[in-house]
């Protein structure tokens, strides 16, 4: 559009002076007449380098105006300064687990650890669209122990260790450890969020978490958000709003069914984002 005034204006004015003109002159001529506002007989040809200045003259002028006019309209569209910007919120994911560490596992043999992956990458790939800073800890089938480190338990704590570390790398992240669950009966299903006491607004954060996974996935799920301690490292010892994301039982074939499905997985990870986005739109 902007374009299209730069061109049409500027053209539009040329040719308007130069239509009146040779209106006016074959008129005027074929009266016989002098253009009056020339107050000189016999001067008619003079009329041409005349109205061609003005041509030249309003081009200027609307070339001006146009430029101005773009101008503003670029500058109130702009980015607000970044003074004026709140910083965009980080969003740390975690993927629960990777590498020889699988989870648990489904009657069917399916792992947690890849399910945790999938809905990670697809939640990420949602955020950054959005225009979030998406940190993760992992985003292959791997173990983020240090390099060196021998032995399948000291593996694991360094794995964790370097886990918390990512989710206290930004203050004011906003942090969602992936998981499936798995219990002894497999008539439970339904996803269920876990926080500590030890961040404030991680309560907050998980009941959000959990009202949408009833409003979006599972209308009939009544669980409720769960308070843990120490026993769930990341979440008590994140300084950052923590929650764990059970996202459903593996242990119940008919919801083990649906979470290894790249649907399934979309829509969890769809369920997610909408619950961090009303999240941080409430201005948490
Ligand atoms: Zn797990």
């Keep these: 559009m902007d374009l299209l005034l730069l061109f049409f204006l500027p053209l539009a004015s040329c040719l308007l002076p130069l239509a009146a003109y040779h209106t ?7 009266q016989g007449g002098i253009p009056k506002f020339l107050q000189k007989p016999g001067d ?4 041409r380098p005349f109205l061609l200045r003005i041509g030249v003259v309003a081009c200027a002028v609307v070339l001006t105006l146009c430029g101005a006019f773009v101008t503003r309209t670029r500058t109130s569209r702009s980015i607000p300064a970044a003074s004026d910007a709140p910083p965009p919120r980080v969003i740390v994911l975690d993927a629960g687990h990777g590498g020889i560490d699988g989870g648990c596992s489904s009657a069917a043999g399916d792992v947690e650890k890849d ?17 979030y800073t998406v940190v993760v800890t992992r985003d292959t089938d791997r173990s983020i122990h240090d390099e060196g480190v021998e032995g399948i338990a000291n593996q694991k704590g360094s794995d964790m260790d370097n886990r918390l570390a990512i ?4 203050e004011g992240a906003l942090c969602v450890s992936i998981h499936q669950n798995q219990f002894t009966d497999p008539q439970y299903s339904g996803a269920q969020m876990f926080y500590s006491d030890t961040n404030r607004e991680s309560a907050v ?29 990341l979440c008590y010892y994140s300084k950052n709003p923590t929650v764990m994301c059970e996202c459903g039982f593996l242990s119940n074939p008919d919801e083990a069914a ?20 009303q999240y941080t739109a409430q201005g948490h």
């Design 115 to 131: 399910i945790n992956l999938a809905i990670l990458l697809d939640l990420r790939e949602l955020l950054r669209a959005s225009g």
């Design 167 to 170: 989710f206290n790398s930004a």
């Design 24 to 30: 006016r002159a074959v008129h005027r001529m074929g």
């Design 44 to 47: 008619m040809m003079q009329t």
């Design 258 to 277: 649906r979470l290894v499905t790249p649907e399934y997985q979309r829509q969890v990870a769809f369920t997610i984002y909408a619950a961090l986005v």
């Design 205 to 233: 954060l998980a009941e959000a978490l959990q009202q949408q996974f009833v409003a979006f996935l599972q209308p009939d799920n009544t669980r409720q958000t769960k308070l843990c301690g120490k026993e769930l490292f």
